[in-house]
């Protein structure tokens, strides 16, 4: 589904059934360097299930155009745009995974009457990433590229879950940081989306107004947001509920059937 968004073309996919804005909604917001296809399984489920479904790509991202956005406050002001464009004016829950649990975090707090439930995949605060990578990111992002696919999956030989039986986890995950990135001109795209994740200071602050039912769910193995950063988020979200897989940060892809089981109690679907 193709919107313009302050002035901008942005796609959002809708799972394979036209948008009805009179549906539940649902948003999907991705992490760093990933666009909406991590969400494909989630946001088909949804949408065939009586959901109106927005799997998202960011600004400067996948199939969206327009410049990228230069802070958290601002991409989740965004998301609040994108649906005013698709004619959704009531209550949405928003789902984001890494860098998109801080965007979809903000935007809760930002208008917390229109957030009906808040799920967090992956996250942490703060999420601060080292210098060591953002430097590489800066200098060689295709070798910063597979330093953080090596630290996304809970082993080297992560059982073929998503897309199927004979996908190649890791592979796939490369692939596509890699098109993201080289779809992008602008701008180092990598460093670009970790520089937001590392310079966010608002999330405890944004905790403190959130009025939605919040869920942390989180990868035991996790190597890139480990479980214990989202300790002190956890706390402050109102009557948060923490839930553990055994996998690593790549949820979507490495226990697509027990995420998918988590959401379905954290959006009560």
């Known amino acids: 589904m193709k919107l313009i968004v302050n002035g901008f073309e942005a796609f959002a996919y809708t799972g394979g059934k036209p948008l009805d804005p009179a549906l539940p909604a649902i948003v999907f917001i ?8 991590v969400w494909t399984l989630l946001a088909r489920w949804f949408a065939h299930r009586g959901h109106a479904v927005l799997a998202v790509d960011l600004p400067g991202h996948g199939r969206s155009a327009g410049p990228v956005l230069n802070s958290i406050a601002d991409l989740a002001d965004w998301v609040w745009a994108l649906l005013d464009a698709a004619g959704v004016p009531q209550k949405a829950a928003l789902v984001g995974h890494s860098m998109g649990s801080l965007i979809a975090l903000e935007a809760a707090a930002r208008q917390p009457a229109r957030a009906s439930h808040l799920a967090l995949l992956a996250t942490a605060y703060p999420m601060k ?25 809970s082993s080297w030989a992560s059982k073929p879950s998503y897309p199927g039986p004979g996908a190649w986890l890791q592979g796939g995950e490369m692939a596509l940081k890699r098109r993201i990135q080289g ?3 602008e701008v180092n795209l990598f460093e670009h989306d970790f520089r937001l994740c590392d310079a966010y200071s608002g999330g405890l602050e944004a905790a403190a107004k959130v009025k939605a039912p919040s869920t942390l769910i989180l990868g035991a ?13 956890a706390e402050a979200l109102p009557s948060a509920k923490t839930v553990m897989l055994p996998a690593g940060h790549s949820l979507m892809s490495e226990v697509p059937d027990a995420l998918l089981a988590a959401l379905r109690v954290a959006l009560k679907a």
């Open 129 to 153: 990433v080292s210098e060591a990578l953002l430097n590489t990111a800066a200098a060689q992002p295709d070798k910063a590229i597979a330093m953080v696919n090596q630290f996304s999956f």
């Open 183 to 185: 779809r992008q001109t």
């Open 221 to 233: 193995r996790d190597q890139m947001t480990a479980p214990k950063q989202s300790k002190t988020l």
């Open 30 to 37: 991705h992490g760093a360097l990933n666009d909406h296809s």
